[in-house]
């Protein structure tokens, strides 16, 4: 272990930020070099709202810091730091992880610098909700001791890859600490770069999931007894265009199973905007079938 800390340590900052509002220092995370030229990774919610923001480095020296792109859905922010060239760990395969396996984390609670604690991956595959309201997939879960201030560094395994980032604490727990994995933040780190946030489809509706009764999902030969009730339709949105109603069950979209609204937002990734998606809809007791032309959220069009 002394020689994963030894190597992945000074790649790790503590981030400090000034609210926009005052020129005062009103918050503290941390956050992973993940390339020589200062591109680092930390939790949207570490930099958001941020006026201005610095790096501290493993050796005590302070440089500034720019927000390159956020990702609220994932909890994820990526920073660009000024200067030199700096130390930095590669992101590992997180669905590689097992659990029971060593989980180190290495971060900055409460403004303590390069702390480290240790525990194993107590769970994967969990579910957290994002500041956005969707569900984070793939969550890791750790025993591995985080107190504010780690929100943003890093989850390492036993042979020194980082395989998360430390994100949330369930507050009045022990032992029940949890981080965004390594292989959701490859995703979305090429349109971070490339355009400071992630585009997302959209159709047009606020919905609840459903549950259907048991004889009813036999009938229409649906495997889950849920889908997604249509409350509202968006005034001229896709789902409008498409005919989709209030009362109306989705229960696929472009051929996979819609049994909750967060698996409807699973499926309108970045490749399915501008395209045309099939619906199964459970309208009236019988299947309807519509064609629906996915488009990206309006809120992330206008967001910076």
């Given at each position: 272990?002394?020689?994963?800390?030894?190597?992945?340590?000074?790649?790790?900052?503590g981030i400090r930020r000034t609210s926009r509002a005052r020129d005062l220092y009103d918050g503290a995370g941390s956050g992973v070099i993940i390339s020589p030229d200062g591109y680092a990774l930390t939790n949207n919610h570490v930099v958001r709202g941020a006026g201005r923001i610095?790096?501290?480095?493993?050796?005590?020296?302070?440089?500034?810091?720019?927000?390159?792109?956020?990702?609220?859905?994932?909890?994820?922010?990526?920073?660009?730091?000024?200067?030199?060239?700096?130390?930095?760990?590669?992101?590992?395969?997180?669905?590689?992880?097992?659990?029971?396996?060593?989980?180190?984390?290495?971060?900055?609670p409460l403004g303590l610098q390069?702390?480290?604690t240790a525990g194993v991956i107590s769970a994967l595959r969990r579910t957290l909700r994002g500041e956005s309201g969707r569900l984070i997939e793939d969550v890791i879960q750790t025993d591995a001791a985080l107190n504010p201030g780690n929100s943003g560094g890093a989850l390492v395994d036993g042979?020194?890859?980082?395989?998360?980032?430390?994100?949330?604490?369930?507050?009045?727990?022990?032992?029940?600490?949890?981080?965004?994995?390594?292989?959701?933040?490859?995703l979305v780190i090429p349109e971070l770069m490339r355009d400071g946030r992630v585009s997302r489809g959209w159709f047009g509706i606020a919905g609840q999931t459903q549950e259907l009764s048991r004889a009813l999902a036999r009938r229409v030969g649906l495997d889950v007894g849920s889908g997604v009730l249509v409350a509202a339709v968006n005034s001229g949105g896709p789902a409008e265009a498409a005919g989709l109603r209030v009362g109306d069950v989705v229960l696929k979209l472009d051929g996979l199973s819609t049994p909750s609204v967060d698996a409807v937002h699973k499926v309108l990734t970045r490749d399915k905007i501008g395209r045309k998606v099939a619906l199964d809809v459970l309208r009236d007791g019988v299947i309807v079938k519509l064609n629906l032309q996915v488009t990206e959220r309006p809120d992330e069009r206008r967001r910076a």
């Open positions: 272990m002394i020689r994963v800390v030894e190597e992945i340590g000074p790649a790790v900052i610095e790096g501290v480095l493993n050796d005590g020296s302070v440089t500034t810091a720019e927000i390159v792109g956020t990702d609220p859905d994932t909890d994820l922010a990526l920073l660009r730091l000024n200067g030199r060239m700096h130390a930095s760990a590669e992101l590992g395969d997180s669905d590689a992880l097992k659990v029971g396996e060593l989980a180190i984390a290495i971060g900055n390069a702390t480290v042979d020194g890859a980082v395989v998360g980032i430390n994100t949330a604490i369930i507050g009045g727990a022990q032992g029940l600490c949890f981080a965004v994995p390594s292989n959701t933040a490859k």
